[in-house]
C-alpha cells in the first residue's frame, strides 16, 4: 500500500510529478494539501498525521494472530 502526500504550492518537486505517480501505482492514495509546499510534515504536521492515520486505519490488519 502507498499514501502520497504533496503540498501544491512544492517548488522543489512539482505537483505535477504526484499525479505522474499516481498514474504509475493507480492502487495508491493521493492526498494533496493545497496551502502547503515542499516539506508538509513540518508546515503542518498534524494534518499529516490526520492523514497517516486514516492511511494506516485503511491497510492495517484488523488483527494479527
Known amino acids: 500500500a502507498v499514501l502520497l502526500l504533496w ?20 492502487a495508491a492514495i493521493l492526498e494533496i ?8 510534515m513540518e508546515e503542518n504536521p498534524g494534518r499529516v498525521a490526520e492523514s497517516i492515520q486514516r492511511w494506516l486505519n485503511l491497510v492495517r490488519p484488523a488483527s494479527v494472530e
Do not use: M, T, W
Open 7 to 26: 503540498g501544491e504550492k512544492d517548488q522543489v518537486i512539482p505537483v505535477g510529478n504526484a499525479y505522474r505517480f499516481k498514474k504509475s501505482l493507480p
Open 33 to 40: 494539501y493545497p496551502e502547503l509546499g515542499h516539506v508538509p
